[in-house]
């Protein structure tokens, strides 16, 4: 078997797909007691059909569960819902998010990515750290049309990726590699398309990479996790409506559920945020946002606001760019990267994996089968 066994990488495999050992094992005819062996002893030596068998069950090429993957350390994840949010759904998005940090390791050895460009503000305030930022970025009190281009300029990677539960909102994880780099990745549910919603998530993301520790978010108790998730609420409250420019705006709008849907149109941020937002500021009593907030849900409006299905944002399009830009610039053809990505970046995946995980077009590295199905055998007629 060339190359060894790599335990990590099928505990990565089954979380992906939200398999747990009694389904791998129904499903392959494997014993309970070697999967267990296999995913939890590093210094097994596995039967190579078994694994082979594995590997078809998982949909994941047989190579990789032979390398030894990238010397990165995965940091914990900050999920919006993690205290509803089914663990295992949470770890088949981290194992997605690790899988494209080091696809991202692979690419940056050719494309100038953006540097990594977000101060720490630990000791600051929300509202405060939110104020900085913008000044340190240069966006002014002005409305921020796209949060994913901006974050992404600034050297956070964005995905778009596919749940299986509307649980999930965005997350975020840090891999740190033994060169000292850092990587961010903000993932956000594909479930999720109005801007307003997507603009919130992802600068309630931003909000925990400027303001928290990222050791040990798992073993949080419950009273301080939820305290910042309120941090970094209030962060990105404040960092998509901007104090001054935003009071101007309520000073002169028609405070009801049209003039609300005005001005989400203009700072593209939710009905429900731009209500907390007054609330916080003290423009509107807590029983004034208790009101609309009622009103709303007479209307059906909590949850599919006005503006929603208008309000589209832009794709993350940074890594898929880079892939096209190797491709187009004939760095790479599609077999090439593939094998590429195999042996230098040491992640061996199928062509449509990469594919769905970076948000390209589908069959951009796929190698076209031609059909060749209206072509008939020649008949020959036999000599006596």
């Given amino acids: 078997m060339k190359g060894k066994f790599n335990n990590q990488r099928l505990k990565d495999a089954m ?4 398999m747990s050992i009694t389904e791998l094992s129904q499903s392959t005819h494997i014993s309970r007691q070697t999967i267990t062996e296999y995913r939890t002893n590093p210094e097994c030596n596995p039967d190579i059909l078994k694994i082979k068998h594995i590997a078809e069950i998982l949909n994941f090429p047989f190579s990789f569960f032979l390398e030894k993957g990238l010397p990165m350390k995965s940091n914990a994840a900050y999920f919006r819902s993690q205290l509803t949010t089914k ?13 494209i940090a080091s696809i991202y390791d692979f690419l940056k050895e050719y494309i100038e990515f953006p540097a990594f460009d977000v101060p720490v503000y630990a000791n600051l305030k929300p509202e405060n750290a939110a104020e900085q930022l913008r000044k340190e970025w240069g966006l002014g009190e002005r409305p921020i049309e796209n949060m994913i281009p901006l974050l992404e300029q600034h050297g956070i990677l964005i995905v778009c990726l596919e749940t299986e539960t509307d649980a999930i909102d965005a997350f975020t994880q840090r891999f740190s590699l033994d060169n000292g780099d850092k990587i961010y990745v903000i993932g956000y549910s594909a479930n999720k398309k109005s801007a307003a919603r997507v603009h919130f998530d992802l600068a309630h993301e931003l909000g925990h990479i400027c303001l928290h520790d990222w050791q040990e978010v798992d073993e949080l108790e419950r009273e301080e996790f939820k305290s910042r998730e309120q941090e970094a609420n209030s962060f990105a409250s404040a960092f998509l409506l901007p104090e001054k420019t935003f009071l101007r705006d309520l000073d002169t709008c028609d405070l009801s559920i049209k003039g609300y849907s005005k001005l989400k149109r203009k700072w593209r941020t939710s009905i429900a945020a731009l209500l ?7 423009v509107i009593d807590n029983m004034a946002y208790k009101d609309m907030i009622i009103r709303m849900q007479k209307q059906g409006i909590r949850k599919q606001e006005p503006l929603d299905n208008e309000l589209i944002t832009a794709e993350p399009s940074i890594l898929k760019t880079a892939v096209n830009l190797l491709l187009s610039n004939n760095v790479f053809d599609r077999n090439d990267f593939m094998n590429a990505l195999t042996d230098e970046g040491c992640i061996s995946l199928y062509p449509e ?8 077009q589908q069959g951009t590295l796929q190698t076209k089968i031609l059909d060749f199905n209206h072509l008939l055998l020649k008949e020959k007629s036999k000599t006596v």
């Fill in 15 to 18: 979380e992906l797909r939200c």
């Fill in 353 to 360: 994996q990469v594919e769905e995980l970076l948000g390209l």
């Fill in 87 to 99: 663990q295992y759904y949470r770890k088949a998005q981290q194992v997605k998010l690790k899988l």
């Fill in 276 to 282: 907390m937002r007054a609330n916080r500021l003290g």
